[in-house]
T-cell receptor, first 114, second 111 residues
Framework: DTEVTQTPKHLVMGMTNKKSLKCEQH?????MYWYKQKAKKPPELMFV???????INESVPSRFSPECPNSSLLNLHLHALQPEDSALYLC?????????????FGNGTRLTVT | DAKTTQPNSMESNEEEPVHLPCNHSTISGTDYIHWYRQLPSQGPEYVIH???SNVNNRMASLAIAEDRKSSTLILHRATLRDAAVYYC????????????FGTGTSLTVIP
């Protein structure tokens, strides 16, 4: 079991759909992250929120829109995705955005774009 | 981005020690070395981290070279549950939240 909960576990969407991925943690962590992982590849950093403010956007296309409504929740809004966006989307959190606090990951949402 | 280099794959016999190497020649003085592992169909799991000194915890040991350009994750007695992809990561000290994964080492444990 992980302390970072991601929903849904699986998602299939068409290229014209709008959907959202959700991530929740109740560990009091103030930094939250989105990663994208393709099959047999390492996770790639997409976004970082620190104290509910976006601090890093790794040049992610605008069809991915992150949102951090409060310190426990992180959303990733998806719109007009392409089939190549199919991947495992991982959420993580850490106590604060400092180099000494480890990341805690959820088990991801497996997204398929048809 | 600070980069890490790891062997693509390694094998170990069950109940024997495993030494997983990582090169990070571009490491800067404030970068922490983190290790994570990822089991099939799960998110990455934190294993251990350190800055300069060797570190031990219940899961593993981390040996850091004196010049910090390389490190080794040591699993003292490999079990079948240790079969996973192990990632060595430099957590960059300037902002602290740029956390880039290397290519990882896929560890196979042979019964």
């Amino acid at each position: 079991d992980t302390e970072v909960t991601q929903t849904p576990k699986h998602l299939v969407m068409g290229m014209t759909n709008k959907k959202s991925l959700k991530c929740e943690q109740h560990m009091g962590h103030r930094a939250m992250y989105w990663y994208k992982q393709k099959a047999k590849k390492p996770p790639e950093l997409m976004f970082v929120y620190s104290y509910e403010k976006l601090s890093i956007n790794e040049s992610v296309p605008s069809r991915f829109s992150p949102e951090c409504p409060n310190s426990s929740l992180l959303n990733l809004h998806l719109h007009a995705l392409q089939p190549e966006d199919s991947a495992l989307y991982l959420c993580a959190s850490s106590l604060e955005s400092s180099y000494n606090s480890p990341l805690h990951f959820g088990n991801g949402t497996r997204l398929t774009v048809t | 981005d600070a980069k890490t280099t790891q062997p693509n794959s390694m094998e170990s016999n069950e109940e024997e020690p495993v030494h997983l190497p990582c090169n990070h020649s571009t490491i800067s003085g404030t970068d922490y070395i983190h290790w994570y592992r990822q089991l099939p169909s799960q998110g990455p799991e934190y294993v251990i981290h350190g800055l300069t000194s060797n570190v031990n915890n219940r899961m593993a040991s981390l040996a850091i070279a004196e010049d910090r350009k390389s490190s080794t994750l040591i699993l003292h007695r490999a079990t079948l549950r240790d079969a996973a992809v192990y990632y060595c990561i430099l957590r960059q000290g300037f902002t602290g939240n740029q956390f880039y994964f290397g290519t990882g080492t896929s560890l196979t444990v042979i019964p």
